[in-house]
């Protein structure tokens, strides 16, 4: 069984504060793929990035970076120099390749609230 | 470009009455799913379509609910004899394939009374 958690609810900091959003995954699969979506209070959920199994390349995006670590099965979010714009409930997905379909899993989404 | 689009935005029914959701995906992608997004149970998966066939169906919650995709585009969801806990965000996401990122519509709010 496949399975996301963000053990983190709600993470408030105060603007230009750095900020780590955990997620954890379960899978059996060998080839799969991670995401993060931003879902901001307008509600449309926002692709962020997409990590495949056998890349664990960390990934800088402007103020955004990711840390992929298989050993621990974790795939970590973090934003440097938070802004209020940042604000925002954030997903971490995963597709596992024996779904055959490519739908995702996601975890419960974390809150993150910046404050000015 | 035109993102995926989704009709109504919001959606008010009594209970016992059918709803239909209305999804238009990202021109050229093949994927097309389905989820729902509820306070109790978070994102959930309910179908996927390639092309006009959907593979999986195993997330529809009951038989209540079925979905078609015609001419590999236009999705929609039907909700028959509604539900007070059909009430929900039904939201619609499309990619080039399976495995890529899938973009997302604005969802649509069905509140069923």
């Known amino acids: 069984a496949q399975k996301v958690t963000q053990a983190q609810t709600e993470i408030s900091v105060v603007e230009k504060e750095d900020v780590t959003l955990d997620c954890v995954y379960e899978?059996?699969?060998?080839?799969?793929?991670l995401f993060w979506y931003k879902q901001p209070p307008s509600g449309e959920l926002v692709f962020l990035i997409r990590?495949?199994?056998?890349?664990?390349q960390n990934e800088i995006s402007g103020r955004y970076s990711w840390n992929f670590q298989k050993s621990t099965s974790s795939f970590n979010f973090t934003i440097t120099a938070s802004q209020v714009v940042d604000s925002a409930v954030y997903f971490c997905?995963?597709?596992?390749?024996?779904?055959?379909?490519?739908?995702?899993?996601f975890g419960q989404g974390t809150t993150l609230q910046v404050k000015p | 470009g035109a993102g995926v689009s989704q009709s109504p935005s919001n959606k008010v029914t009594e209970k016992g009455k059918d709803v239909e959701l209305r999804c238009d995906p990202i021109?050229?992608?093949?994927?097309l799913y389905w989820y729902r997004q509820s306070l109790g149970q978070g994102l959930e998966f309910l179908i996927y379509?390639?092309?006009?066939?959907?593979?999986?169906k195993s997330g529809l919650p009951s038989d209540r609910f079925s979905a078609e995709r015609t001419g590999g585009s236009v999705s929609t969801l039907t909700i028959q004899r509604t539900q007070q806990e059909d009430s929900a965000v039904y939201l619609c996401?499309?990619?080039?394939?399976?495995?890529?990122?899938?973009?997302f519509g604005p969802g649509t709010r069905l509140t069923v009374t």
């Open positions: 996401a499309s990619s080039l394939a399976r495995e890529h990122e899938q973009y």
């Open positions: 899978t059996r699969d060998t080839t799969y793929y």
């Open positions: 990590r495949n199994s056998f890349d664990e």
């Open positions: 997905a995963l597709s596992a390749r024996s779904s055959n379909t490519g739908k995702l899993i």
């Open positions: 021109s050229g992608h093949t994927a």
């Open positions: 379509f390639q092309g006009n066939s959907a593979p999986d």
